[in-house]
């Protein structure tokens, strides 16, 4: 299995204690998510549980369970899935925490950008392959890039890095058009929109006759 490539460029293990801290990371575009993920899908969370493996040596995670509802890209994407994440909380109270690292409830739906690493597939670029999809009433949705607690970074033409200043940071679309962007950056056609739907025709009572 190749490693995490866009993993952070550090990548602190940290203790609870509150500090505010931020894992640094090079910036991914949508783009660029899709090309280096092994799998794009929809799904909507199951459930989400602390896994205490200090016993084995292999320290904190936290499993997700995925329900897949729709894969943009990917082969043999299981119906479920396990996603393992780096933190969580012990036995014992103790908590391990990643800056950067996307925290999930049960319920929630998103569009996740997902690469093969030793554990599993876990989120490209951390929270940057985490796209939260937000919907009110008859509303269309919308996604929400979950970036909170990252440092990013990105090249210049020159190859330095530079700092990316949290206003150009911060992504949020509707989720149409994170769709069409998926479709572009792996050269695919995008799905027709679905006509709306027909209002239901009105019963039309029989005259009487004259």
């Known amino acids: 299995m190749r490693a995490l490539r866009t993993l952070a460029i550090a ?5 609870s204690t509150g500090a505010a801290q931020a894992t640094t990371v090079l910036q991914v575009d949508v783009q660029e998510a899709a090309t280096l993920s092994d799998w794009v899908v929809e799904v909507r969370v199951v459930n989400v549980a602390s896994v205490d493996l200090r016993a084995e ?35 014992d109270g ?7 690292m ?18 599993g597939h876990v989120p490209c670029g951390l929270g940057q392959g985490v796209w939260r999809v937000h919907q009110s009433n008859a509303s269309q949705p919308w ?5 909170h607690g ?10 330095n890095l530079r700092t990316v200043e949290p206003e150009s940071a911060s992504s949020g679309m509707p989720l149409l058009r994170l769709l069409e962007e998926i479709y572009a ?16 025709a009105k019963a039309t009572l029989p005259q009487a006759a004259p």
Do not use: C, W
Request: proline content about 10%; aromatic content about 6%; glycine content about 10%.
């Open 150 to 159: 990252l440092h990013m970074m990105s090249r210049d033409e020159a190859g």
């Open 102 to 119: 996307p925290v999930f409830s049960a319920g929630e739906r998103a569009v996740l950008f997902l690469e093969k690493t030793n554990i």
């Open 143 to 147: 996604v929400e890039q979950s970036i």
């Open 57 to 91: 040596g292999k320290g904190l995670f936290t499993d997700v369970t995925l329900s897949i509802r729709d894969v943009f890209k990917g082969e043999n994407v299981p119906a479920t899935y396990v996603m393992r994440l780096v933190g969580g909380e012990g036995k």
């Open 11 to 15: 990548l602190p293990l940290l203790l």
């Open 185 to 200: 950056a792996l050269d695919q056609p995008a799905p027709a929109p679905a006509p709306p739907a027909l209002a239901p």
């Open 94 to 100: 103790l908590a391990l925490m990643v800056p950067g």
